[in-house]
């Protein structure tokens, strides 16, 4: 699940990372940090290209994923414990 700062879930914009996340985190971390999307063909991180990931429904996150990539810099990791569940 991936969530906006007010709490809005956003997993469906962001298809390449919620698949990323998927295979190479346990399913119970939980992360608290930035979304970045670089822009390949201005080499460079894009905050008008995460932008337009954010805005994007379901039909064209899949096409913005592949040409504007998401990338996550997260600075707090944790695991629930038994008495937080």
């Known amino acids: 699940m991936a969530e906006r700062e007010r709490g809005a879930l956003i ?3 962001f298809p390449d ?3 990323a996340t998927n295979e190479q985190l346990p399913h119970d971390l939980v992360l608290d940090g ?3 999307v670089w822009d390949p063909a201005e080499g460079r991180l894009s905050f008008e290209a995460l932008q337009r990931r ?3 429904r379901t039909r ?3 096409a913005l ?3 504007t990539p998401a990338y ?3 600075s707090t990791f944790s695991r629930p ?3 937080s569940c």
């Open 34 to 36: 930035e979304l970045l």
């Open 17 to 19: 990372l919620v698949a």
């Open 72 to 74: 996550s810099s997260s």
């Open 54 to 56: 954010a805005a994007a």
């Open 60 to 62: 064209g996150a899949a």
């Open 81 to 83: 414990t038994a008495s």
């Open 65 to 67: 994923a592949t040409r």
């Open 11 to 13: 997993q469906d914009r």
